[in-house]
Nanobody, 124 residues
Framework: QVQLVESGGGLVQAGGSLRLSCATSGRTFSISAMGWFRQSPGKDREFVTAISWSGGSTSYADSVKGRFTISRDNAKKTVYLQMNSLKPEDTAVYYC?????????????????WGQGTQVTVSS
């Protein structure tokens, strides 16, 4: 089992920044990649970004490229999502997810464990 706990969400004005954290625990040695997804009311869950646990390779959704940065601290077993130049359309519940085995993927079904989510609200 792998446990994921997100934190760092909140209310911010457009143009502002937030940093989300995802702390992992349990069988973390099994993790091969971590991802961030988001879901806003009435919309499907969408991929935001992902990072490989060992090599640090990353991928981003086009909508966040140049604004969001994913990183990981293996010693702390934590993944971060730095979000800059936030827009009202970034408002959503943000979820981190862990993949056991395999490269990063944009498909939510490719992840085995999910956190409870943290709300990010960007006001205009």
């Amino acid at each position: 089992q792998v446990q994921l706990v997100e934190s760092g969400g909140g209310l911010v004005q457009a143009g502002g920044s937030l940093r989300l954290s995802c702390a992992t625990s349990g069988r973390t040695f099994s993790i091969s990649a971590m991802g961030w997804f988001r879901q806003s009311p009435g919309k499907d869950r969408e991929f935001v970004t992902a990072i490989s646990w060992s090599g640090g390779s990353t991928s981003y959704a086009d909508s966040v490229k140049g604004r969001f940065t994913i990183s990981r601290d293996n010693a702390k077993k934590t993944v971060y999502l730095q979000m800059n130049s936030l827009k009202p359309e970034d408002t959503a519940v943000y979820y981190c997810a862990a993949r056991l085995g395999g490269l990063t993927t944009k498909m939510g079904g490719g992840y085995d464990y999910w956190g409870q989510g943290t709300q990010v609200t960007v006001s205009s």
